[in-house]
């Protein structure tokens, strides 16, 4: 495991202790790092809304944003246990989970999953969300790894809770309907992108992304502004 990266990332994570940062590059960073460090081939993160529904908010591809979707929309499998349990699932051998959660399984090993582990991001008692890690080869999970990987889902709870003071669950709530609006207008701008360049979603993510940042821009606005033709931006390829 590359130690230098591993401390990069919490010093990364640590430092969106700020009042007003980019929830969604701040998520899909803590998905990349997973699976760059921890050996994961997909990882994604689901938060719940103002109203406690889980949502997909980061994802490390668009194959497991979709398998993601596909648990909320069955109401099965690890990840919504971890969050409704508060209690990390692991699942070695998918296989072996047939009957507990019969589509679930049968959509992870369509995508290529044999199996995951779903961290609770939580603090204390209350449960925000869950970060969940797949990979393609059934087997035990690297304890060390696990436990670097919870450490990182506790450093961004952290993050995403630091604002609350007494009006705690309406600071978290704004925020992250915030990012679910922003979440909305990434992902058409990522499907105009890659129709009009003949890409698919994620090199259009990418190409998002890397613009943003090369110009010190919010990846929301940079969306709007490219869903609405409201300016030019050279040099937006993928």
């Known amino acids: 495991m590359n130690q230098q990266l591993l401390a990069k990332t919490f010093v990364e994570l640590a430092d969106n202790l700020v009042a007003d940062f980019d929830l969604i590059d701040f998520l899909r960073l803590l998905t990349d790092r997973c699976v760059g460090m921890l050996g994961a081939s997909a990882a994604g993160v689901l938060l719940a809304d103002r109203d406690g529904k889980l949502r997909v908010m980061a994802a490390s591809d668009e194959q497991v944003r979709l398998l993601e979707l596909f648990q909320l929309q069955n109401d099965e499998g690890p990840c919504l246990e971890c969050f409704r349990t508060g209690t990390p699932v692991i699942i070695h051998d998918l296989t072996r989970e047939v009957e507990r959660w019969p589509r679930f399984v049968t959509a992870a090993h369509r995508s290529g999953f044999g199996a995951v582990q779903a961290l609770p991001m939580r ?9 969940n890690l797949f990979r393609a080869a059934p087997g035990p999970f690297e ?4 436990l670097i990987a919870q450490a990182l889902a506790d450093v961004a709870t952290i993050s995403l809770l630091q604002q609350r003071t007494a009006h705690r669950s309406t600071v978290l709530n704004e925020q992250l309907q915030t990012a679910l609006n922003s979440r909305v207008l990434i992902e058409q701008a990522k ?16 190409a998002l992304r890397s613009y943003a940042r090369a110009h010190n821009r919010r990846l929301s606005d940079l969306a709007r502004a490219f869903i609405d033709d409201s300016e030019l931006l050279p040099g937006l390829v993928a």
Request: proline fraction near 3%.
């Open 191 to 206: 499907g105009k992108l890659a129709e009009r360049q003949g890409i698919d979603m994620e090199q259009a993510f990418t």
């Open 123 to 131: 603090l204390r008692d209350e449960v925000v969300g869950a970060l």
């Open 143 to 146: 304890p060390t790894a696990t």
